[in-house]
């Protein structure tokens, strides 16, 4: 499985398809209108998996309909230039831990009861 560079619009419509397939990407995802136009947008080669990097090195809108290439989908937007994120709290800001990802700041969700979101950023070189 290799990823590729592609345009905003076939990016969207993938990602439009995950979420309508699964409720865990939808609850994680913005919604594919609300994505950056500017951004670089990268999907596997079968559609299944994606992410974006905005223009200032964040990473946007990782899905993976397939179980385990989440961390294939992290490592190839570190490769390709992302260094920062945000997240909800729980299982994601351990999960990007293991990449190298730091807790940089942190904020109380605007929808009350539900979980913080954590900034976190790769060290500096």
């Known amino acids: ?23 865990r990407i939808a609850h994680a995802t913005s919604k594919p209108n609300e994505m950056p136009k500017d951004a670089r947008y990268f999907l596997a080669d079968d559609l299944m998996s994606g992410f974006g990097i905005d223009r200032d090195g964040t990473l946007i809108g990782v899905y993976s309909l397939i179980k385990g290439r989440g961390e294939v989908m992290v490592a190839d937007a570190i ?21 190298g990802f730091k807790e940089t700041a942190r904020y109380e969700n605007w929808t009350a009861g539900e979980p913080d979101v954590v900034l976190m950023a790769l060290p500096s070189a």
Do not use: N, W
Not at 1 to 12: C, D, G, S
Not at 80 to 98: I, M, S, V
């Open 1 to 23: 499985m290799k990823t590729y560079l592609v345009t905003p619009h076939l990016y969207r419509g993938a990602l439009t398809q995950a979420r309508r397939i699964s409720k």
């Open 79 to 99: 490769k390709a230039g992302a260094d920062k994120l945000d997240c909800f709290d729980g299982f994601l800001p351990e999960y990007y831990a293991r990449f």
